[in-house]
């Protein structure tokens, strides 16, 4: 029986313990620590990188990771020194901005000797062996750029040639009011672009797609070839390099352009810009069209050519799309920008670096030669924007909007005047012309146009045979005749 008692017992116990064991819940894995990345910066005060900065401090928690942010304001001896420091705080992966290309190689055979996984970001140093590359296409940057050029002058022979389609021939909110289509205008008259309210005519007809309408058109001086200025960036970074290469090998050969010079400005500094444009003015050359690699370096551009009073006859075109730049577009101060896709450029900084610091390899698309290395790469597109789809850069810039929707009020107001004007005048010409064949006499209506852009109006008895300027200062009398300059 004591053996019985012992067994059941025993059984009992087994029971119990199974029955335990199965209402336990299983032990959770401990979360792991998010991973550590740093992202050094060039200049955390570029409108682009404020931009990335608001996408990575969005996205990083999702991706479980723990960001370092470094700015070294342009200094690379401060980025050295801030890489230098990263040591001791078991960073795994660096998305780096180089301030200084030439001394980038060396950060990152730094970085790499102390097992840090290395992502440059737009500027890749030449011959290098680095773990990531995100950046624009630049090549396509120089193309696009090249493109509003290429695509202004054949707009501006189709209305030289009258082949203008509906919409094109308007004026559509143009400062002063006395460009016309095909480059018409003589001297200063030629007007910059309205922004946003400039995509309709007076008639409700709409321009044709793209991104040149014709109050760009009409910036244009008739003669050609066009003398074409391209401010390149700092020339040791690969993209000044291939923005500017990529202009030239689609401008050069071409009989209606003419680059008169590319231009460097290390570290992006666009303080020369001043200089390096009266420069080309001193010399007696006359600038058409000004092609930056970067925002700042064109809205430079744009403030010169203000306060000269060029800034009506010279197309400007930048890169970046930065808040200034954006909102020149949309008040017609600036022509075009292509944009980098600021946003695209940080979440891709951002998956490369967590991947990296974590399993040591990522998703990368495209593999770049560079010098002895075939670099893993990931490449954004770009994209053109003028003042006809700015509306693609509201959500970045907030204020854009309301920007745009005041100045196309006022041109749309502009444009109304302008338009009952025009009538006024028509009726009033042929109210003269009636009156002229009641009379039984022959009578001609002038038109006169001068080169600040005043227009006046005389009728004359009989055919006129034959007009001539006899120069002078305007407003003196001659013979009974006015003298002008718009008459010939």
Sequence with gaps: MRGIKIFFCTVLGLLLLAAGCGNREPQRKPAEPPVKVAFAL????RDGNKTIKEVVDKEKRNLQANVTWLDARNDPAEQQKQLEKLAGKKVKAVVL??????????????????GVK?????NLPVNTPVDGYIAPDHAMVGRLQARFVLEALRRAEEAKAGMVPPGGGAQQGSRGGGAQPGGQNQGGGQQKGSGQGQQG???GQQQPPGAVDYTVVAQLPERRPLNVVILRGDPRDQAAREITASLQAELQGRKDVQILGVYDHPRWDPASVPATLAEIIGRGERIDVILANDSTLAMAAVEYLKMGGYEKNVLTVGVGADEKASRGLVNGEHDAEVDVNPEMLGQFALEAAVALAGTGH???SAGVNNGDYSVPARIVPVRLVTARNAYLLEQRWKDLKKAGQQQGGQQDRGGQREGQQEQQQGQQQGQQQQQGQQGGKNKTMLRITTRDGKTMEVQIDGEVK?????????GQQQGGGQQGRGGQ
């Design 42 to 45: 060039a200049d955390m005060n």
């Design 97 to 114: 901005q180089p301030v200084d290309p030439a001394r980038a190689p060396a950060l990152v055979e730094q970085l790499n000797r102390a």
């Design 118 to 122: 290395v992502i440059v970001l737009e």
């Design 201 to 203: 005519t007076a008639s």
């Design 362 to 364: 990522w998703q990368y």
């Design 466 to 474: 034959k007009i001539e300027s006899l120069g002078g200062q305007g």
